[in-house]
Structures are given as C-alpha cells and as structure tokens.
C-alpha cells in the first residue's frame, strides 16, 4: 500500500466549476501537507502550504487537511482554463535529522472553456 | 526572477556515456534535493544535501551521484546512463530549521533522453 494516494484523473470540468481535489494517507506521522501545480514540461509549483488540520485560503484555492481522517483537500473555486494541469499532493515527515516529503502520483485537471 | 535554475533543460546523451546536470539556487537555501520523476508518475527523491552533509536515498542506484561545491550550487552525476534513466530531473531547494522544515520549492528540471 502506498502512503499516500491520489486518484490520478483525468478530472475534466467546465470553466466556472468549483473543483475538489483530494488525497488520503496512511501514516499518521506526517505534520506539513503541501499541493503543488505543475504544467506540462515544468517542475512542480508550490500553491499551498499547511500545518495543521483545518482549511488554508488563499485565492480560488483552499486547502483542508482533516488528520483525524488522514484526508487533505484542494478546492479550486471558478476554476479557469489555466488551471489545467497536474495537482500533486504531498507531506513530510521527520525521519532522523531530516524530512521527508512524499507525493502522491498526481491528478490531471482539465478545465474546459 | 527564477529561484532554482536548472541547466540544461533538455539534455541528450548515449547509452553510458556519463552526464552531469546542474542546479543553482538563489534563495540561500540550506537544503538542496535531486529528484527523478518519470511519465505520470511522483516524483522520487534520489538524495539530498543538509548543507555539505549528503544524504542518499537507500534505493538509489550507485550510477547516481551528486556534488554541492557551495550553497548556491549542485550537481547531478550519472556515470552510465542506461535506457531507463531516460526521465526528468528536478532539482529542488528548502530551508530547513532546528525544529521545522520549509517546503520545497523546485526548479523545471531537465529532461534526459538517453540514444
């Protein structure tokens, strides 16, 4: 079993949708949950960073991360068609003297205009 | 105003012939990390630097290695590229404290076709 998993799409909606992107995991030793975007050909962009359970806005976009259930969330409100692209969630947690992040394999969103 | 800049972006190369990427930050960052990341696919953390200190991941192939000759800078040795090494590379940079972790902030990678 994977740590974290992701439904890897595609997710296809109209422009103006609200979109829901989410990921569960198994261990409950992760502390920081991120998503990143990334664009075909590029490298990932960060879009929100958490720490706790509860919801992170910041735009069109809120993260919710319920540790209680071992679930984060990445809403997209009016979604655009420059939103298409590929979400990945991801979380760290310490091992050592160092942490470690991983991803889960990514959603493909395509918003259609 | 691009943080982690990754050269080249495209890099071909011949069947075990080595190859050295290369990343350089700006941000001052104390963490650099090389991940490998294949079609559709997570990416997968091949090793990193806490500073000089390497740390490399237990499932990376010895062919992999890396060099940090200062903060800004990090390199991604392959010294015999075989066919499934074809991927892209991200180079990645945090800065980590005693007691929290930023997050990674990633360059766009270089993309390697192996011939």
């Known amino acids: 079993q994977k740590e974290v998993e992701q439904d890897p799409g595609p997710l296809s909606v109209p422009e103006g949708a609200i979109v829901s992107l989410n990921c569960t995991y198994s261990n409950s030793a992760f502390q920081y949950f991120m998503w990143y975007r990334q664009y075909s050909r590029k490298g990932p962009e960060l879009l929100m960073y958490?720490?706790?359970?509860g919801n992170k806005e910041d735009g069109r976009f809120t993260a919710q991360v319920d540790k209680s259930s071992k679930y984060i969330s990445l809403f997209i409100r009016d979604s655009q068609p420059s939103d298409s692209a590929t979400y990945l969630c991801?979380?760290?947690?310490?091992?050592?003297?160092?942490?470690?992040?991983?991803f889960g394999s990514g959603t493909r969103l395509l918003v259609r205009p | 105003d691009a943080m982690v800049i990754q050269n080249p972006r495209y890099q071909v190369t011949q069947f075990g012939k080595p190859v050295t990427l290369s990343c350089s930050q700006t941000?001052?960052?104390?963490?650099m990390y090389w991940y490998q990341q294949k079609s559709s696919q997570a990416p997968k953390l091949l090793f990193h630097y806490y500073d000089k200190d390497f740390n490399n991941e237990a499932d990376t192939p010895d062919n992999f290695q890396s060099r940090r000759p200062n903060t800004s800078f990090c390199f991604l040795d392959i010294r015999s590229p075989g066919l499934g090494d074809a991927a892209m590379y991200l180079c990645?940079?945090?800065?980590?404290?005693?007691?929290?972790?930023?997050?990674?902030?990633f360059g766009d990678g270089t993309r390697l076709s192996i011939l």
């Open positions: 991801a979380m760290s947690r310490r091992m050592d003297s160092s942490y470690k992040l991983i």
């Open positions: 990645a940079t945090s800065r980590r404290g005693r007691v929290n972790n930023q997050p990674q902030h």
């Open positions: 941000l001052n960052h104390n963490v």
């Open positions: 958490t720490y706790s359970s």
